[in-house]
């Protein structure tokens, strides 16, 4: 049941990005802690999922990478990925129950801080801005898997490319991902390599969800798409914290 669970989420949330192009770890971990998964075991399968999800598209956007943004990005979110589930592992040892409510709370920042990208002006950040976003990104992906959100909010200050900026993410999010699984099988008590087979094991549904997420998102409305996304995403915020 936990694996028809798992299965069904990961579709669901790997077609949701796949429309849209966010959302995925938004809407995996807090149903998947829901559904009965120790948070360190949802990050991890939805760690996974984001990299099956994006190895393909990696390679084929490898022309596009802008590689100067990607060290630079990469070099932080690797410092601070060790915090993010370093803070992870405490709250799980802690108080378990503290979870939900902990996972809640970051779906709605990642909300808020999705709502708040498109009215920002295309200029280019100091360095220390720059890093700062790079950094909470990375704390945000090792202790919930949401690095997205500020990926998204620095992105609206470049002049990216369309496809420079689905490069952009799918580089760093392969870079750091290995890293992030392999920290989480050496630290953490709840995770093991069964979790790792999970994910290897649903990777067609992942591929399919992906699939016909980009093709719903080709042929609807893209902003309406957004907002029923940001309103799934609000509801499921909600229901893990209340």
């Avoid at 579709?11 to 990005?17: E, N, P, R």
């Avoid at 370093?86 to 802690?94: G, P, R, S, Y």
């Avoid at 720059?130 to 990375?138: E, H, K, M, N, P």
């Avoid at 399919?208 to 409305?221: K, P, Y």
Wanted: proline share 5%; hydrophobic share 60%.
């Amino acid at each position: 049941m936990p694996l028809i669970l798992a299965g069904l989420i990961l579709l669901f949330g790997s077609f949701v990005q796949g429309a849209i192009g966010f959302a995925l770890g938004m809407i995996a971990v807090p149903l998947l802690v829901d559904a009965g998964y120790s948070l360190s075991q949802a990050v991890a399968l939805t760690t996974l999922a984001i990299g099956i999800q994006v190895m393909a598209g990696a390679w084929q956007l490898r022309d596009h990478i802008p590689w100067a943004d990607v060290k630079l990005a990469a070099l932080a979110r690797c410092a601070t990925v060790p915090i993010g589930i370093t803070l992870l592992l405490l709250v799980e040892d802690v108080n378990g129950a503290d979870v939900k409510p902990l996972v809640g709370i970051g779906v709605l920042i990642g909300v808020a801080i999705r709502l708040a990208a498109p009215r920002q002006l295309k200029r280019d950040l100091p360095l220390p801005l720059s890093l700062a976003a790079f950094a909470t990104s990375g704390l945000l992906q090792g202790m919930v898997a949401m690095g997205g959100p500020p990926l998204v909010l620095w992105m609206t200050t470049r002049n990216f490319r369309a496809r420079q900026a689905r490069a952009f993410t799918m580089t760093l999010f392969l870079l750091n991902a290995p890293i992030q699984v392999l920290l989480l099988l050496f630290l953490s008590r709840t995770m093991s390599l069964e979790v790792v087979a999970t994910a290897l094991l649903l990777s067609p549904l992942i591929y399919l969800g992906t699939t016909i997420g980009v093709r719903a998102g080709d042929q609807f409305n893209k902003l309406l798409l957004n907002r029923l996304a940001l309103a799934v995403l609000v509801v499921i915020a909600f229901n893990a914290i209340f």
